[in-house]
């Protein structure tokens, strides 16, 4: 019988894998954070075909996510080398400005910034305060507000 072969020591800081290649206890969000894409793009149709909006909006939202996508590959690559990396805040308000669509395909398929816990809460917090953003002036919702409050 054969002996085993030795198995590498774990670097320090970084949790052992799984034979899938995810960390021990590690949670990963999965591809149900997609669905959080897909009922943005219904409500974002929905609510073109009630309200009319400029093309230039559904422009902004996917020059922003494919900017978004590659500032959270930059950042992989930086942590992989130990170089200086991208601050969570920038990634923040680059979900928060648009781009979180491109976040949240960046964080399944380069499988980034899925592990911290407090990220990820300031990361879908910001997810909704851009959609709550985006419904108020795309929809009447704020001219309402501002007559119901007058």
């Not at 400029?54 to 996508?69: E, K, M, Q």
């Not at 590959?73 to 669509?101: M, N, Y």
């Not at 491109?102 to 851009?130: E, I």
Request: positive net charge; glycine residues 10%.
């Amino acid at each position: 019988m054969p002996a085993p072969t030795p198995r590498a020591p774990a670097r320090a800081g970084r949790q052992s894998r799984t034979a899938s290649g995810r960390g021990v206890g590690a949670r990963s969000s999965g591809p149900g954070t997609y669905l959080a894409i897909l009922a943005f793009l219904i409500g974002f149709i929905a609510i073109s075909l009630t309200w009319p909006l400029p093309y230039w909006v559904a422009g902004l939202y996917l020059a922003v996510s494919i900017l978004c996508f590659i500032v959270y590959a930059v950042d992989k690559s930086a942590a992989g080398a130990g170089r200086r990396r991208v601050p969570e805040r920038t990634l923040l308000l680059l979900g928060f400005a648009g781009g979180w669509p491109g976040a949240v395909v960046a964080q399944q398929v380069l499988r980034h910034k899925t592990q911290k816990a407090s990220f990820r809460r300031a990361f879908w917090v910001s997810v909704l305060a851009n959609v709550a953003v985006f419904v108020a002036l795309a929809t009447p919702l704020v001219a309402e507000l501002a007559s119901f409050v007058a």
